[in-house]
């Protein structure tokens, strides 16, 4: 069956500007959770969806907002670039929201702001 | 807080050689671990995941990892390593409950010499 989708893989924007990143999670898949991953950071928990639900969210500025959709597709926003916020987005997508379930790592979005 | 800490950042093993990647984590409950690997350009890929019962788990790859409650740690073994096993390691916790939400190590970038 087809893995995570991330849409798109590249992006470049300039600051100031806002960004759309879209992911499509396996099929039957009904949690999405996004991470942003920087050299200097790591990787970082931004948020996770179940059911068109935030059900956590973490410790990101109010730039940075996401949906989910009734398909389970999930699309993150981060509004007036900053430098900082390039980075490699990663969605992950599992069955539930249980901490047991396997999640499953998309490749990722490249995101480079200038 | 939760945390997890990987006291190694860089390895460098030579092909054939045994590889232990070190992982310790901070927790008031019994946590839910995993080990992640990453290859340049990819996503995260599950190697293990230990939830509980028997404290020596099996992944792909020919990856183990045993859970020492005593020690806090959570290391990841390989009897023989490949030259396709360099990557970046990634160990993760969560509490298990009703959500995805994994707090990542920093990652130990692995080697391997021919």
């Known amino acids: 069956k087809a893995g995570v989708t991330q849409t798109p893989r590249y992006l470049i924007k300039t600051r100031g500007q806002q960004v759309t990143l879209s992911c499509s999670p396996i099929s039957g898949h009904r949690s999405v959770s996004w991470y942003q991953q920087t050299p200097g950071q790591g990787l970082q928990f931004l948020f996770e969806?179940?059911?068109?639900?935030?059900?956590n969210k973490g410790n990101f500025p109010g730039r940075f907002s996401g949906r989910q959709f009734s398909n389970s597709r999930s699309e993150m926003n981060v509004s007036t670039l900053e430098l900082g916020d390039s980075a490699l987005y990663l969605c992950a997508s599992s069955l539930g929201p249980v901490g047991g379930d396997e999640q499953f790592f998309g490749p990722g979005t490249r995101l480079t702001v200038l | 807080a939760q945390s997890v800490t990987q006291p190694d950042i860089h390895i460098t093993v030579s092909e054939g050689a045994s590889l232990e990647l070190r992982c310790n984590y901070s927790y008031g409950a019994t946590p839910y671990l995993f080990w992640y690997v990453q290859s340049p350009g990819q996503g995260l890929q599950l190697l293990l995941k230990y939830f509980s019962g028997d404290t020596l788990v099996q992944g792909i790859k020919g990856f183990e990892a045993e859970f020492k409650r005593s020690q806090s740690s959570f290391n990841l073994r390989k009897p023989s390593v490949h030259w396709s096993d360099a990557a970046e390691y990634f160990c993760?916790?969560?509490?298990?409950?009703?959500?995805?939400?994994?707090?990542f190590g920093t990652g130990t970038l692995l080697a391997v010499q021919p």
């Open positions: 993760a916790v969560t509490h298990g409950g009703a959500t995805n939400k994994l707090i």
């Open positions: 969806y179940f059911s068109e639900t935030q059900r």
